[in-house]
Structure formats: C-alpha cells, structure tokens
C-alpha cells in the first residue's frame, strides 16, 4: 500500500547547523505530489514545500527539498538552524483524488 | 489563518453531544475533518467535495458529519468517549481530484472527561 516513512521521531540541533529530515514513501501511483508540513506548538499544520517534479529543488523559506523518483525520497534540509525553526514537521504524500499519506512526524528542537 | 475558521475553540465534554462547525472563505470544493491525537499526524474522518460525502474512513457511529453548503461543515458527536480527545481540524482543497496542498483550519481541541 501507499505509505510515507520519517525514520526520525526527535531531532535537537544546534542553531547556526545543519539539518535534514528524511522522508521516503512508497507508492504505487504515477501522478504524486509531496509536501512538508510544519506544525508549531497549539497550532494548525502548513505547508512549507510541494512538489511534484523529479529531481527539482523547491526553496522555501530557508529550507529545501528535492523530489528523488529514483530512491523515493524527499528530504528536507536546511544549510543553518534557526531557533524559530522548532516545530513539528510532518512528510506527506497526496496520491491524487486528494488521498493524503502523512508520515508520522518528526520534532524539531533548535538549542542555542 | 482567518481563511478557514472554526468553532468551538476549545471544548470540554462529559457525555453531552455537540457540535463543530468550519466554514471555508476560500471557494474551495473539497472540504474534510481530521483528527490529530497527541504525538500523531493528523487522521482523515471525512471528506466531502460539492457537498457530496466522498470518503468516510472507520471512525465510530458518534461522529456524524453534515456539509449544508459548500463551504460549511459540521462534525456532530454524541456520547463522546474519553479517546475522542484530541484535536479536530477542518481542511479545504480546491478540487478533490488534484494533487493540491491542505489547507488547515486553526482547530477545535476536544477534551473529554
């Protein structure tokens, strides 16, 4: 079945670092679109990057991902931490006909 | 996020019935009720798009969803059991056949006693 895998369920990095959260998925679908998702504290999830496109690097807000069709994956990364960017980040996958796969979610802790 | 708002806030409940209640401003077709329990990603309970209820995923007989118009949404809950708690969010798309991001209302948490 369709599915999305975030292997890491806690992340603390310090500020100023690198990091990345990885995500990959399996699916059967051919038209797919991904997302990542951040959740701060009490509020609702947004999205923070979509694609659609293999091997395109979508930007924003400091973070990055690209669309791996080859591994399945779709990693976030991001080049310096910031203490702002502690939150939830959720992967997730839409198969079309809006039928969303989230992965399990990965917290992000920033320390000075 | 004015865009999606919804009612109640917050809600504390013994084994009253209730309801929540989401309203879109987006013009968007698709609109769904998720559930988020703690540490989860969100869960689908319902989608419906023109009003139509498309999706209707194993969720318990209490909850009983009613979409008026297209941009209003309902979750009616009777007899809430104390794995109800949780926060429950109201999402819209644009169309129901796409591959177009959520957006997410703000949330209605659901304690129950």
């Known amino acids: 079945g369709d599915s999305v895998t975030q292997t890491e369920g806690l992340v603390t990095v310090t500020e100023g670092l690198p990091v990345k959260l990885n995500c990959t998925y399996q699916?059967?679908?051919?038209?797919?679109?991904f997302f990542w998702y951040v959740q701060y504290l009490n509020e609702a999830p947004q999205v923070l990057l979509r694609?659609?496109?293999?091997?395109k690097r979508t930007e924003h807000q400091g973070f990055h991902a690209t669309l791996h069709k080859s591994s399945s994956s779709f990693h976030l990364q991001k080049s310096s931490a910031q203490l702002s960017d502690s939150a939830l980040y959720y992967c997730a996958l839409n198969t079309g006909y809006q039928n969303f796969y989230f992965g399990k979610g990965t917290s992000l802790t920033v320390i000075p | 996020n004015t865009k999606i708002t919804q009612s109640p806030r917050y809600l504390i409940l013994g084994r009253a019935n209730k309801s929540l209640e989401c309203e879109q401003h987006?013009?968007?077709?698709?609109m769904y009720w998720y559930k988020q329990s703690a540490e989860k990603p969100p869960e689908l309970m319902f989608l419906y798009n023109l009003k139509q209820l498309i999706r209707n995923e194993t969720v318990p007989s209490r909850f009983i969803p009613e979409c008026p118009d297209s941009s209003k949404l309902l979750l009616h809950i009777s007899a809430v059991d104390p794995e109800d708690s949780a926060v429950y969010f109201c999402?819209?798309?644009?169309?129901?056949?796409?591959?177009?991001?959520?957006?997410f209302g703000h949330g209605t948490k659901l304690s129950v006693l």
């Open positions: 999402a819209s798309s644009p169309r129901q056949i796409s591959n177009e991001r959520l957006f």
């Open positions: 987006l013009g968007h077709n698709a």
């Open positions: 699916t059967t679908y051919l038209t797919i679109a």
């Open positions: 694609s659609s496109t293999d091997n």
